[in-house]
């Protein structure tokens, strides 16, 4: 299930470099002495428009939003960056400490956005929304939720054909029977119905 063990010792130190840069437990997935400040981050973009056409500026986001969030000591352990929106698996105490590096993100990405086209002043990003994890199994069924995606919103038949998204970070470093396992003890089944876009280009 964890391969760790026979990895290369170069190979251990830079899962375990990661690892304390994500703020996880060194060898294993995060567990829960409490609930309290495990969050699920939701942002989307201006009327659900496709702004991130590309891996390329996936990434780019994606990064934007790691080294904000690192400044405030916030957790990701869980992400996925498509065209008009993105998810976050966090942990943050208090929650509005999230508040204004993600509005640092969203204003440099917009002006960035603006003048790759020369203008000045379109309103690029929305808002975004949080909602508190409740319990391990709210956890884990998120992190899943957010690792199937790309799938529902009709971007890619399987989840491991979307890059931008932290179910490879978790394949590496504990294995495609791990997130096996986890996909059935945790099913998505109706998560997000009622909140979450509706379809990949609204």
């Known amino acids: 299930m964890y391969r760790y063990r026979g990895l290369t010792p170069e190979e251990k130190t830079k899962i375990l470099q990661q690892r304390q840069l994500n703020r996880f437990p060194p060898h294993a997935p995060p567990h829960f002495h409490d609930t309290e400040g495990w969050f699920l981050i939701t942002a989307a973009t201006y009327e659900h428009k496709p702004y991130f056409h590309t891996d390329e500026e996936r990434t780019w986001l994606l990064s934007e939003l790691r080294k904000e969030l690192q400044v405030v000591n916030i957790s990701i352990s869980g992400w996925v960056v498509l065209p008009n929106h993105y998810h976050l ?16 993100v969203h204003a440099r990405t917009a002006r960035k956005l603006n003048h790759r086209e020369g203008l000045t002043g379109r309103q690029i990003w929305y808002r975004f929304s949080d909602r508190q994890i ?40 504990f294995g495609i029977e791990w997130l096996r396992a986890l996909w059935r003890t945790h099913p998505v089944r109706d998560y997000g119905k009622g909140w979450d876009w509706q379809n990949s280009g609204s």
Request: charged content about 20%; some cysteine; overall charge positive.
């Open 134 to 173: 409740r319990n391990e199994r709210h956890y884990y069924t998120t992190l899943n939720y957010i690792h199937y995606n790309p799938t529902k919103h009709n971007y890619v038949q399987k989840p491991k054909d979307w890059s931008c998204s932290s179910l490879h970070w978790y394949e590496q470093h």
């Open 89 to 104: 698996l966090v942990k943050c105490q208090p929650l509005s400490v999230i508040s204004q590096p993600l509005r640092r």
